[in-house]
C-alpha cells in the first residue's frame, strides 16, 4: 500500500472523519465564487463536515450551485496551510469547463481549497457527474481526499485490482477491508449530499414566489486567471454498488 493511501485511509477510520450536516451559515469563503462585475446575492444550501474538512453547497438568486471545499484540520499535524482554509476573494485561477468552472487559489493550486460553479441548471445527479468530471485530473490525492464525493472511483479502482489477486499479503488483507468500509461510508456520503441537494431545490422552487427570502448577502467580484478550457473526460462510475 503506497504511503500516502496508507495515510487517508487511517484518517477514514477515525472518528473524527465522521460527517454530520451541519447549521446553514451565512458566510463561509463564498465571496470568493462570485463572476459577475455586478454584485450578486448567494445564500448557503447546506454544508457537510466532519473534524478535518467541510463541503458547502450555495446557490445565487439566479439558482447557479456552487460547491466549495475547504480544510479546517490536518490528520497527525499541528499545522494547516492557509491556502485550504479558504478561497480567497482576490488572487485565484480558474479553470474553464463546459458545464462549470473550477476555482482555486492561485498561491497554491495543488494544495488549495477549491470550488466548483456550475454554469447551468443541472439534475443532481449531472451536477455530481461534471463536478467528478472537472476535477479528475486537476485535482492532487490530498485534494480530492477532503471530500468522498471525488475519491469513489479511485477507491473502487483500487479495491476491483486487490479483489483480483488469488494472493494478498497482510497488508493488502487489511487495505482491501479498509477500502470496503471507506466505500460504504462515501456511499452514505453521497447519499446525504443528493437528498439535501434535492431538498434544498424543491424548497427554492416553493419559495419562487418570494425571492426577497432568498438574500442573505451579497457576493463581491474577483479578478481571477483562466486556463483554456478543455473538454470534459468521460462520466466517471457514480453509482454506489460495490464490486462482488
Known amino acids: 500500500m503506497?504511503?500516502?493511501?496508507?495515510?487517508?485511509?487511517?484518517?477514514?477510520?477515525?472518528?473524527?472523519?465522521?460527517?454530520?450536516?451541519?447549521?446553514q451559515k451565512s458566510s463561509?469563503?463564498?465571496?470568493?465564487?462570485?463572476?459577475?462585475p455586478e454584485k450578486k446575492h448567494i445564500k448557503e444550501a447546506f454544508g457537510l463536515q466532519n473534524s478535518?474538512?467541510?463541503?458547502?453547497?450555495?446557490?445565487?438568486?439566479?439558482?447557479?450551485?456552487?460547491?466549495?471545499?475547504?480544510?479546517q484540520k490536518e490528520y497527525h499535524s499541528p499545522t494547516l496551510d492557509s491556502s485550504r482554509k479558504r478561497l480567497r476573494t482576490s488572487r485565484t485561477k480558474r479553470v474553464r469547463g463546459h458545464f462549470g468552472d473550477l476555482i482555486f487559489n492561485s498561491s497554491s493550486v495543488r494544495n488549495s481549497a477549491f470550488a466548483y460553479r456550475t454554469k447551468a441548471k443541472l439534475s443532481e445527479n449531472r451536477t455530481l457527474s461534471e463536478f467528478r468530471n472537472i476535477t479528475e485530473k486537476r485535482l492532487s490525492m490530498r485534494q480530492k481526499e477532503a471530500t468522498p464525493l471525488l475519491t469513489v472511483t479511485g477507491d473502487r479502482n483500487r479495491l476491483r485490482f486487490l479483489r483480483s489477486k488469488d494472493r494478498k499479503t497482510n497488508e493488502e488483507k487489511e487495505e482491501t477491508g479498509a477500502l470496503e468500509?471507506?466505500?460504504?461510508?462515501?456511499?452514505?456520503?453521497?447519499?446525504?449530499?443528493?437528498?439535501?441537494?434535492?431538498?434544498?431545490?424543491?424548497?427554492?422552487?416553493?419559495?419562487?414566489?418570494?425571492?426577497?427570502s432568498r438574500v442573505l448577502f451579497p457576493v463581491p467580484h474577483m479578478d481571477q486567471k483562466e486556463?483554456?478550457?478543455?473538454?470534459p473526460p468521460q462520466d466517471p462510475v457514480s453509482d454506489n454498488r460495490l464490486d462482488e
Open 227 to 231: 486556463e483554456p478550457s478543455e473538454d
Open 52 to 71: 478535518f474538512d467541510d463541503l458547502s453547497v450555495t446557490a445565487d438568486t439566479d439558482g447557479v450551485l456552487s460547491i466549495a471545499v475547504t480544510s
Open 181 to 212: 468500509q471507506k466505500l460504504i461510508k462515501s456511499a452514505d456520503y453521497e447519499n446525504r449530499f443528493l437528498r439535501k441537494l434535492r431538498i434544498f431545490r424543491q424548497k427554492s422552487l416553493s419559495e419562487a414566489a418570494a425571492p426577497e
Open 2 to 23: 503506497a504511503v500516502a493511501q496508507n495515510v487517508f485511509l487511517k484518517k477514514n477510520s477515525v472518528s473524527e472523519s465522521l460527517v454530520h450536516e451541519r447549521n
Open 28 to 36: 463561509r469563503g463564498t465571496e470568493s465564487l462570485g463572476s459577475q
